[in-house]
């Protein structure tokens, strides 16, 4: 079978600095897959390279079967990959129905606002301020609507960095629970995470980034079993 995304060999430069070496890693259609591991390992830079807004240095990015390591980002997204990213990165001073229009805009087709009340049914407080500025949310909302705008594109591959981020521990829990509810509805999640413990839990499989390469892989309960894993992200001896 092919699988929806496959990363081989990745690596990946700004300048001199070799921010991922060798990042491989596969994600089939209905996972929820985890990269894990430390600060500056290179998960975000893999991200953001599967989007098409940084290029590789060598190694490939096929999805569905074909690569898409030389497409554009607009492109990628219209494939069907989108990126949440790290820390965000709404637009404060417009509103949630403004932020969610924009998460829509290569969409060619009349389902919108369909969707849009989807995303408002998964997160009924997004639905109840549809018309207040998405900057007076707190963190836990505003990662509701980074998730919903991310959404608005009909991904097929949803790229989730960091999504618990900064928030409380039930916010968190809210944040996995609707990753899994995303997942039953259909769509394949690659998820980024420094909560190694709440993202293997849920994970169909994970991959380790460690320096910029993939050193340990397997089910993500394996994984949360693993003495090496344990050791290492979930501050075991
Ligand atoms: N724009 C940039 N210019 C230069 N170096 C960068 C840039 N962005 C990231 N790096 C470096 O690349 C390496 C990988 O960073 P990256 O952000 O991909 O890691 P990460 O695994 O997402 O870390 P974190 O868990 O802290 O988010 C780090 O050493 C980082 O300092
Ligand atoms: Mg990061």
């Known amino acids: 079978m092919t699988a929806l995304l496959e990363v081989r060999n990745l690596s990946v430069a700004y300048g001199a600095i070799e921010a991922v070496r060798d990042v ?18 290179g998960k975000t830079t893999t991200l953001r390279t599967i989007s098409g807004l940084l290029r590789p240095k060598a190694g490939d990015i096929l999805f569905e079967g074909k690569s898409i390591a030389d497409a554009a980002a607009h492109e990628i997204l219209e494939k069907g990959v989108s990126h949440c ?7 404060g001073r417009m509103t949630v129905e403004e932020n969610l229009h924009l998460g829509a805009y290569v969409r060619k087709d009349n389902g919108v606002a369909k969707d849009m009340e989807r995303v408002y049914e998964l997160f009924p407080v997004l639905g109840q301020r549809r018309n207040q500025k998405a900057g007076l949310f707190s963190g836990g909302e505003q990662q509701m609507l980074a998730i919903g705008r991310a959404m608005m594109s009909k991904p097929r591959l949803l790229m989730l960095d960091e ?54 892989e397997g089910p993500g309960h394996d994984l949360l079993a693993d003495t090496r894993v344990r050791a290492a992200y979930l501050g075991e001896d």
């Open 163 to 216: 999504p618990s981020m900064g928030l409380s521990p039930i916010m968190t829990q809210r944040i996995f629970d609707t990753i899994s509810e995303l997942q039953s509805q259909g769509t394949t999640i690659l998820l980024v995470e420094q909560n190694a413990l709440a993202a293997l839990a849920l994970s169909d499989r994970g991959y380790v980034v460690d320096l910029g390469r993939t050193t340990l």
């Open 85 to 91: 990213p790290e820390g965000r990165r709404l637009f």
């Open 24 to 41: 491989s890693f596969s994600v089939e259609e209905g996972q929820i897959v985890s990269l894990i591991g430390s600060n500056g390992a």
